[in-house]
Nanobody, 124 residues
Framework: QAQLVESGGGLVQAGDSLRLSCTTP????????MGWFRQAPGKEREFVAA????????YNQNSVKGRFTISKNNAKSTVFLQMNNLEAEDTAVYYC?????????????????WGQGTQVTVSS
């Protein structure tokens, strides 16, 4: 299993932006589908966004509403989640995960490797 390390979380105000990073072992983002999930207290883990090995992106539009962008840097083997116009409802622990190409990107159960998570807190 790949070792994934998230960073970039913090406490911000509603309307602010944050960029989360997920550092992975070399070449991981070139071979796997990478996803971002989040989990708020008392709620199930929720799919946020994913990016395939060739750069195709998919989002949970019900949650991100066009405010979030997933991207990656193959050379640095890092995945990013740019979050703009944050809302209090975005408060959660955000997780980076990796799964085999072709597995359902929106399903948390598809992912084999997970990071430890980074806390995002948005005050209203």
């Amino acid at each position: 299993q790949a070792q994934l390390v998230e960073s970039g979380g913090g406490l911000v105000q509603a309307g602010d932006s944050l960029r989360l990073s997920c550092t992975t072992p070399p070449r991981t983002v070139m071979w796997y589908t990478m996803g971002w999930f989040r989990q708020a207290p008392g709620k199930e883990r929720e799919f946020v966004a994913a990016i395939s090995r060739i750069g195709t992106t998919t989002y949970n539009q019900n949650s991100v509403k066009g405010r979030f962008t997933i991207s990656k840097n193959n050379a640095k083997s890092t995945v990013f989640l740019q979050m703009n116009n944050l809302e209090a409802e975005d408060t959660a622990v955000y997780y980076c995960a990796a799964t085999q190409p072709g597995d359902p990107a929106r399903e948390a159960s598809s992912y084999q490797s997970w990071g430890q998570g980074t806390q995002v807190t948005v005050s209203s």
